[in-house]
Nanobody
Framework: QVYLEESGGGLVQPGGSLKLSCSAPRNIGRIYHWAWYRQAPGKQRELVAEISQQGILMYADSVKGRSTLSRDIGENTVSLQINNLKFEDTAVYYC??????WGQGTQVTVSS
C-alpha cells in the first residue's frame, strides 16, 4: 500500500468550482494509474474519473464535461477539477491507485 494525501475539499456554492489534489511519496517510483472515487451519504462509493497507465481518461457521466483529471508523473500527484458544482456532487472524495491504496478522503459539500 502507498500512503496518499488528499487536499482541496470544502464548502462550495452551486455553480462554483473546486480542485482536489492527491499526492504520493516520490521515492516509491512513478505512479501512472490514478482514480478518483466519491461516496455520498447512504450511497455506495462510485468512480468519478480515472486515468490509465497509458494516459487514457475516463469520466463518469455525472461529471463529464465539467471535470478535468490531471496527473504529474514526475511528482506523483493527481488532481481533479470540478466546475459548475451541483448539490449532488456533495460527497467524500477519495483518490486511489492500484492495487489497494486510498487517500483518507476529503469532504466536498455543495450548498447555498
Amino acid at each position: 500500500q502507498v500512503y496518499l494525501e488528499e487536499s482541496g475539499g470544502g464548502l462550495v456554492q452551486p455553480g462554483g468550482s473546486l480542485k482536489l489534489s492527491c499526492s504520493a511519496p516520490r521515492n516509491i517510483g512513478r505512479i501512472y494509474h490514478w482514480a478518483w472515487y466519491r461516496q455520498a451519504p447512504g450511497k455506495q462509493r462510485e468512480l468519478v474519473a480515472e486515468i490509465s497507465q497509458q494516459g487514457i481518461l475516463m469520466y463518469a457521466d455525472s461529471v463529464k464535461g465539467r471535470s478535468t483529471l490531471s496527473r504529474d508523473i514526475g511528482e506523483n500527484t493527481v488532481s481533479l477539477q470540478i466546475n459548475n458544482l451541483k448539490f449532488e456532487d456533495t460527497a467524500v472524495y477519495y483518490c486511489h491507485t492500484g492495487p489497494d491504496s486510498w487517500g483518507q478522503g476529503t469532504q466536498v459539500t455543495v450548498s447555498s
